[in-house]
């Protein structure tokens, strides 16, 4: 089955400065990996999407870049702000078993 | 649009006891999907409905979980009986379709047994 493994498990920065979490998956046969946000006593909320016919996708200060031959995909969160901080979680799956499979998730903590 | 709503937000039980999660999907939703967190983990996939069916129920991690979506609308989750290691957040989602399409999370119903 698949397997993403997601780094790093926490991300400190400040305020203005980028922030950057990739994930890896292993199965080839994915083809749509979903990003999710979840603010603390939340819900998980879909902040961004790439396919597999697509090498990345924006959406204002966020972006989503994916590499099939590597298998890897990251989110970039330019211009980062205090709510930001949420923990984040990348997705896979394959169009034909549409359940997700998700990384352990990133904390990111942007300070002021 | 409403979105997902998960009954309850929380409940404690204790050990051997029972309980039974409930999931309303968005409306026109024909896909609903169970997911479990266990503390510190990632979220891991338990359960997969299309419409009334089950699709996947690969997920389940064991008999004493029991899904129902009878008449294709709301599901529910039944733990009976709980154990300890049963304790995390259980999130529902849905979609509007089959193929890799995005899926909308509930807020989740904590679990906690003890």
């Known amino acids: 089955g698949e397997n993403v493994e997601q780094h790093p498990s926490t991300l400190s920065v400040q305020e203005g400065d980028s922030a950057v979490i990739k994930c890896t998956y292993s199965d080839s046969a994915s083809n749509y990996f979903p990003w999710y946000k979840q603010e603390l006593g939340k819900r998980p909320q879909l902040i961004i999407d790439?396919?597999?016919?697509?090498g990345e996708k924006k959406d204002q200060r966020i972006a989503v870049t994916l590499n099939k031959t590597a298998k890897h995909f990251s989110l970039h969160i330019t211009e980062t702000q205090p709510e930001d901080s949420a923990v984040y979680f990348c997705?896979?799956?394959?169009?034909?078993?549409?359940?997700?499979?998700f990384g352990k998730g990133t904390m990111l903590l942007v300070s002021p | 649009e409403a979105g997902v709503t998960q009954f309850p937000s929380h409940s404690v039980i204790e050990k051997g006891q029972t309980v039974t999660l409930r999931c309303d999907p968005i409306s026109g939703h024909d896909n609903l999907y169970w997911y479990r967190r266990v503390m510190g983990k990632e979220i891991k996939f338990l359960l997969h409905?299309?419409?009334?069916?089950?699709?996947?129920e690969s997920g389940m991690p064991n008999n004493r979980f029991l899904a129902e979506r009878t008449g294709g609308t709301y599901s529910t989750l039944k733990v009976q009986p709980a154990e300890l290691e049963d304790s995390g957040v259980y999130f529902c989602?849905?979609?509007?379709?089959?193929?890799?399409?995005?899926?909308?999370f509930g807020p989740g119903t904590r679990l906690t047994v003890l």
């Open positions: 409905f299309v419409k009334e069916s089950k699709q996947d």
């Open positions: 997705a896979a799956s394959n169009s034909g078993y549409s359940t997700l499979t």
């Open positions: 989602a849905s979609s509007p379709n089959l193929s890799g399409s995005a899926q909308y």
């Open positions: 790439i396919r597999s016919n697509v």
